[in-house]
């Protein structure tokens, strides 16, 4: 069974002040119109870290003006490329110079690992940027062979003001994956960042201000979902929404886009992803694999491998390595180095989790390991594993967002396809096989967004990520990244004449 470990988060860094926790609107930190304030909490102990602005349609309303007037009359889109990749140059250098009080503010904030936001999350963010600084430049359309007397070329061109709705999963990694290849694109923006985790999107407002970003350009309003997240996807002066969430909040959200003026929207949502894992596989680096894809972030990742398919020949070797580490997996103070899962982001997703395990237990699955809230303050759960999972019950179907793998057994190569398939989502998958053969079946077959092949998230800056299905469209990472903020404009002029036609 999992323990507690939990030591002083003092033994371990310097608690880091709360600077920012006003709006940024225009280049300034200022109240909301409303005065209204909210608490965030700190996952670790349930208690308050501080009051936050609680933006609403009002501040959105402002928010987009400034981005819409920096759009169409300020310096940013008219910058050359690379001129705003310089600016982002210093930017991600000021987020190398802050590392550690910025994994700090994303410990206390969404219980991330700080080790790990020092050493990944927050580094990765600066090298985000400075990927799309370093693209900036490079935005070319084409030249056209047309099949008449005309000449022909196109021009990718800024799509203008873009609404920016992000998790609170990864508040940093989300916050760039979107901010990044918008500003090399030329566009102006609002960040609603999600209201339990609002704190190092605020910081990041304050840095790109000091890199010399222009007022108006990134502008961040704090708030809830169903108001402010509402106001940014319903208004008619933002051109594009790119949105990181959930499935259903993403309908409202295209909903929302669709009845106002019908702008253009990406959505990355839900996922529900399955690991195969095949007879010739090493049952004890598959279960070191199986549990990292399914436990690390505490589970709250879209891309959790929360779906283990194991071939019978190696299951119950597998399922003896996998209680094992599960049961030597450290839970606590994600402070702590020694931590390697944190608390829940909140109570009610630390509630809603649990309310899964228990009705797993009724749908008839069995408890391996795990199931039970760890300790009496913060919003710890045990690594939870069930086994005899059927493909009808909720724990197979339902994205949980936490710490709880449904394992089940396959025969054959067909049916593993056809089960791993068997879902409403499709973001990723993990097949883990020596038989490259097998390899290159399943990943041609499965529909999903990543294939990840004896390794699992394997993100990369370089690599596009997106869904198929219910898990949504429009990519982030790669080029693809930059080309869904900009227009591609065609210009065709007549030839007359022309000895070469």
Request: aromatic residues 8%; proline residues 4%; charged residues 25%.
């Amino acid at each position: 069974m999992a323990t507690l470990r939990n030591g002083s988060s003092e033994c371990y860094v310097k608690m880091p002040e709360i600077k920012f926790t006003k709006l940024f609107i225009n280049g300034q930190f200022v109240d909301s119109v409303s005065e209204k304030t909210y608490e965030t909490i700190d996952p670790r102990i349930g208690e308050v870290i501080a009051r936050v602005a609680e933006g609403d349609k009002e501040d959105v309303d402002l928010a987009v003006k400034a981005a819409r007037h920096a759009f169409d009359h300020g310096p940013w889109p008219r910058l050359s490329g690379c001129g705003r990749g310089r600016i982002m140059m210093k930017l991600a250098d000021l987020i190398d110079e802050n590392v550690e009080e910025l994994a700090a503010l994303d410990t206390i904030d969404a219980g991330k690992l700080f080790g790990s936001g020092k050493a990944i999350d927050i580094p990765q963010a600066a090298e985000t940027l400075r990927y799309y600084a370093g693209a900036a430049d490079k935005i070319h359309g084409e030249v056209l062979k047309m099949s008449r007397q005309l000449q022909g070329y196109t021009l990718r061109e800024p799509i203008g003001v873009v609404g920016h709705i992000i998790p609170w999963n990864f508040p940093t990694t989300m916050f760039f994956m979107k901010v990044s290849p918008a500003l090399a694109a030329g566009c102006t923006m609002i960040v609603k960042p999600a209201e339990q985790t609002p704190l190092t999107a605020l910081y990041y407002a304050h840095l790109a201000k000091l890199a010399g970003i222009p007022d108006g350009v990134l502008n961040v309003v704090t708030g809830f979902g169903p108001t402010a997240g509402a106001a940014v996807a319903s208004h008619m002066d933002v051109d594009k929404v790119s949105f990181t969430g959930s499935t259903e909040v993403g309908r409202l959200v295209m909903q929302a886009a669709a009845t106002s003026n019908l702008k253009s929207v990406s959505l990355e949502l839900g996922g529900k992803s399955p690991l195969l894992i095949f007879d010739d596989a090493d049952a004890d680096t598959a279960a070191e694999l199986a549990l990292l894809g399914n436990l690390y972030n505490k589970g709250e990742i879209c891309v959790a491998s929360s779906r283990v398919y194991v071939q019978e020949g190696i299951y119950d070797e597998f399922v003896n390595k996998l209680t094992e580490k599960a049961k030597a997996w450290v839970v606590g103070d994600p402070f702590d180095p020694a931590v390697r899962q944190g608390p829940q982001v909140d109570m009610e997703q630390f509630d809603k989790i649990l309310s899964y395990i228990r009705h797993g237990t009724r749908e008839g699955a069995t408890l391996l390991t795990g199931g039970k809230r760890i300790g009496e303050k913060g919003y710890y759960i045990e690594p939870t594993v069930f086994t005899d999972v059927k493909e009808d019950m909720l724990i197979a179907k339902d994205e949980i967002f936490g710490p709880v793998m449904s394992l089940m057994k396959f025969k054959t190569v067909e049916e593993a396809i056809k089960r791993a398939n068997d879902t409403r989502y499709g973001l990723a998958a993990g097949i883990v096989t020596k038989d490259i053969n097998v390899a290159n079946t399943v990943s041609r077959s499965i529909r999903a967004g990543t294939i990840w092949i004896n390794c699992y998230f394997a993100f990369d800056k370089d690599c596009p990520f997106g869904g198929y299905k219910m898990s949504g469209f429009g990519r982030d990472c790669g080029m693809e990244g930059i080309y869904k903020y900009l227009h591609i404009k065609s210009v065709v002029t007549p030839i007359y004449n022309s000895p070469w036609l």
